[in-house]
């Protein structure tokens, strides 16, 4: 990868939006550029779908604000009209009003009469009028949304006060409250109770007449506009499919996608999890359960990537020892898994990012979600090479590690050791943390509720700082020896108890299932250790740090925590989960707090990244594809209007 790169091309809010290469596309096959290009399309169609589940007005504001930023004919150069590009841009970043990580409502920073001067200034034909709507009907109705601090306050409310459903503003629901959707999946037919569909996984209860009913997502069904293109761009690619069980898999997606029949898409999860030959790969379709309190409903994403061949000779080292990775876990032998399968591993090179994976990415991926699947017939992991590179590279200069790192041997450890201790992290989270473990027979996915994700991410962390600072990984070839672990625990416990702190408002609470996780793991061993000074907390010059004194008893420490985590997710025990939780990752120190994000303040930077897509070209010669090129485009607010003008599909209000 070239390092003239620009890979940061700018910085609004708490935001910065960085640019990937797609380092070896030139070298594809003809076909794979072509199946990349078909993918790219589709992962791309989806859009709508994402912002409308993250709420049901998102639609409605995402074209007013982009019929605004395209014709409004008044003082583009004023401060306000700043503010409002600021705000847009935050929602098109978010994929909705709310903000992608503390799903609170972010307000604009311009007045209300200023947003009718706005919409009284715009070409009325772009904006998205509801029938028998005028301007000022649609000013009265997403003047409240916008405006009002009480109205949708929260995408995802996770607290145990309130009503998990009803309080959430997210459109996954309407009309139901929490006790009314959890009888309602707790009673539906979900099958072979071994080999269960993921109930609810594609749909949005609602209650009409009294009734409680699901509206699926499929061709013909809820949000069909948008699903009818994915369709589309997914039979153009079965053609050219990288492999058989590629192409079987492609199939059966669109079956799903067609009849919206959970037992389809769990075959094709076994088909995709199958395929090992396809160097073109891709996820997409209704994945993640982090934006549901209740860890049932899946949003939209799509991710198009083919193989790193050597990078991803690290992660088959690993997966290649999953069975000894699993024997050696301190968890109870009852969480074991007997016989590990099909656990495959590789690193990726992305070429498309859509739907709840863009702007805003993971850095790895463990799929498929369900826990029969797994079991029975493995799981892919995979790490995210040129977007941990474009991260990396984009850090360099942050000076965030000298702020917040104690010593300058810690400083040189990180820079020396951490981009390979944050990429192995993350190769055992996603391979092996996520894919380790059993439940418990008659134990579900969603016995844990509004905890199961925290939970399930702070087991797959706890599985890889443990065995981070195993001589195992070093005997493996994996690290040159165990600074590398070091850094990566110095990093670890500065991230979870300090620099992350930097994304949260002063007076709030952590949200975030990730964030919870990383303080939970952290306060934990922190105040388990504190006895022995495993971790010390020091006070110089104003500034507080926390230092590892003992790296071998925070991996023990690690481990314990590993155990009974594994232990509350194997059993379903969602009081202790609850407690664990509540007590470790929620609450935050005020006065640590501020103190942290003074210090931030004054390097000037964002707390959050997310990326620019490529862009991809086809060439024709009598109406075929003779050759497909890339280009990496620069302007983020330019890239979002095309996508609004390109993958529009779905009506304003869903």
Known sequence: MSEIFQYQTEQFADIKILRYQVPGFGELSLSQKELIYYLAEAARCGRDILFDQNNKNNLSIRRTLEAIARSYDGD????????FLVYAKRVWFSNGIHHHYS??????EFSEEYFGELLSNTNYELLPLLEGEDVVGLLTRLVPVLFDEDVDAKRVVLSPELDLIKD???NYYEGVCEKEAEDFYAKMEKGDPERPISAGLNSKLVKENGELIEKTWKVGGMYSEAIEKIVFWLEKAIPVADSELQRESLVKLVEFYKTGDLKAFDEYSILWVKDLDAHVDVVNGFIEVYGDALAIKGSWESIVNFKDIEATKRAVIISDNAQWFENHSPVDER???KEVKGVSAKVIIVAMLGGDCHPATPIGVNLPNAEWIRKEHGSKSVTIDNITHAYHQSSLKSGMIDEFAYSKEEVARAKEHGYLGGNLHTDLHECLGHGSGQLLPGVGMDALKNYHSTLEEARA????????MDP?????G?????EVAKAEYDGYIRNGLITQLTRIELGKEIEESHMRNRQLIAKWVFEKGEADKVIEKIHEAGKTYYVVNDYQKLRTLFGDLLKEVQRIKSEGDFKAG???VEDYAVKVDSELHKEVKARFEKLNLAAYAGFINPDYHPVYEDDKIVDVKISYPMDFMEQMLQYGERYSFLPNIN
């Open 578 to 580: 609850k407690r664990l």
């Open 168 to 170: 959430s503003a997210n």
């Open 472 to 476: 195992k990984m070093v005997d493996l």
């Open 76 to 83: 583009r150069e004023s401060d306000e009209f700043k503010s």
């Open 478 to 482: 994996l690290m040159p020896g165990l």
């Open 461 to 468: 962390d706890l599985f890889a700082l443990y065995y981070m």
């Open 335 to 337: 969480f074991k898994k």
């Open 103 to 108: 799903m609170d409502k972010f307000m604009p």
